[in-house]
């Protein structure tokens, strides 16, 4: 069967559509809020409901948790779990992976008991399981100069993810992939490949305005982005990457060129998060670290009080691949109309639309560990948390917040500047979860498809049919002709 250039078009649009329909989009979500209080079903519920209402976005109906425990337990399973229930909000668990075995025991119990309680309706919502978030970043040379906090090295991490991987066999959740969440710089090196290669995909976090120790302006963060994403692709042993932290401060200090401000944070949604959205699966940071407190830096896209206004126009701009979605369904339906009349590909420009706002204060609250009769490893893998969250600045990864993650402390302030911000509403001991999809330079070519019958589509047309490639893979795209 032949095809005309109209034809291929539309079929790429639709197909585009789909597949930035599948995506996971979300936010990251701590176990305490910014003043350390724990986070209860009820709130769990409302922070989902506002994410998934959000004013000019569509489809943020993930979260990412830090920590199995609920704060305030010793190993009580996390209320955001009976919260996403209630919601139908996909989740990426996390375990805290910094505070030692004892303390990852609790998280393994948590775990169990929310098996035991939740079953089936936990493993249908289920995106993944995430062992530890950053751990390999805060060991590494860099997380120690930066004053990140405690880590936990991959032999460690490896071992964990055995003991996971024992605990879910022959449950509802046996079935469910398994990742680990770390900056990029962990991911580039070498020493960590063994952990590469026991996950399902790869999970990592991001943060052009923390990387000070180079050019980071607001005009260049998206090449900071997708240079650090090519790099991860190129350690990732051909799994998947997701991007489980990510977002610029609408408040705060400088960091080098890169300055806070709702404008900037505005653009960086534009450039990096409307494009990746549509591409990848992500966690953005954050939805709301501002409440009761606000703390610097502050990355929610909402601001102290919960709403479905957003501090800045989350609309993805028109001709980005996110906005193009939204329309991708007409103009398959308008390329199909004019089959026969290669001109019609012109329908076919219309980009995806899709926006997502995530919140790393949200993350990094929910990796500290919750507090509890284990009281000095809680605040261990609290304060190991927050240093993380912001040690990640300097390693490019991405910030934690400290309304969603652990309360940020003075030496993982310090390691801001080269890690990712600390969130305030996660709880002593953070977790993270999300989906990842294949990763894709935005940069990178992919080869025309011709038809036999008309010319190859070309300019608007051929954008959209690469960009079907570049998320659906060659083959899968030819297998559908």
């Known amino acids: 069967m032949k095809f005309t250039t109209a034809q291929i078009v539309g079929l790429a649009a639709a197909l585009s559509s789909t597949a930035a329909a599948d995506l996971v989009k979300g936010f990251n979500y701590g176990s305490t809020d910014s003043s350390n209080q724990p986070i209860t079903q009820s709130q769990y519920e409302d922070l989902f409901k506002t994410a998934e209402g959000l004013k000019g976005t569509a489809g943020f109906t993930s979260a990412r948790l830090y920590t199995m425990i609920q704060a305030g337990t010793p190993n009580s399973p996390i209320e955001a779990i009976p919260a996403a229930i209630a919601q139908n909000t996909k989740l990426l668990l996390g375990l805290w992976a910094s505070a030692g075995q004892d303390q990852f025991n609790q998280e393994l119990t948590a775990l ?24 390999l970043y805060r060991d590494s040379i860099m997380g120690i100069q930066a004053n990140a906090g405690i880590g936990a090295g991959p032999d460690v991490i490896l071992s964990y993810i055995k003991q996971v991987k024992q605990l879910i066999s022959g449950t509802a959740l046996a079935n469910t992939p398994i990742t680990h969440v770390d900056t990029w710089t962990a991911w580039v090196n070498g020493s960590n490949a063994d952990v590469v290669s026991s996950i399902d995909f790869v999970s990592v976090d991001l943060y052009p305005y923390f990387q000070n120790t180079m050019a980071n302006s607001i005009d260049v963060a998206k090449n900071l982005f997708w240079d650090a994403i090519d790099q991860t692709q190129a350690n990732a042993q051909g799994k998947d990457i997701w991007v489980t932290e990510t977002g610029w401060p609408v408040s705060g200090p400088n960091e080098n060129q890169a300055v806070a401000s709702l404008a900037n944070a505005k653009t960086y949604w534009d450039e990096v998060g409307c494009d990746i959205f549509t591409k990848m699966n992500t966690f953005w940071y954050t939805l709301q670290d501002a409440s009761p407190v606000t703390p610097s830096p502050s990355f929610g896209v909402v601001g102290s009080q919960l709403s479905t206004t957003p501090l800045f126009d989350l609309t993805c ?139 190859v589509a070309t300019g608007a047309a051929a954008s959209v049919v690469a960009s079907t490639l570049s998320v659906l893979g060659l083959a899968a795209f030819v297998s559908l002709l």
């Not at 169990?112 to 751990?135: C, M, N, P, R």
């Not at 919140?359 to 490893?377: E, F, G, H, K, L």
């Open 112 to 135: 169990k008991s929310a098996i035991d309680t939740y079953g089936s309706q936990l493993g249908d919502l289920l995106l993944g399981i995430s062992v530890g978030s950053e751990d």
């Open 317 to 455: 701009p028109a001709g980005s691949s996110s906005s193009s979605s939204s329309s991708s369904s007409s103009a398959a339906a308008t390329s199909s109309s004019s089959s026969a009349d290669p001109s019609s590909s012109a329908a076919a420009t219309s980009t995806e639309a899709t926006t997502s706002s995530s919140d790393p204060a949200s993350s990094s609250a929910a990796a500290s560990t919750p507090s509890s009769s284990a009281a000095a490893a809680a605040t261990a893998s609290s304060a190991a948390v927050s240093a993380d969250d912001v040690a990640k600045s300097s390693a490019t990864s991405g910030p934690a917040s400290t309304s969603e993650a652990a309360p940020a402390t003075s030496s993982a302030a310090a390691a801001v500047s080269s890690a990712a911000p600390v969130s305030s509403e996660a709880p002593a001991a953070p977790s993270t979860t999300t989906e990842a999809a294949p990763a894709t330079s935005a940069a990178e070519s992919v080869a025309p498809v011709e038809s036999t019958t008309a010319p």
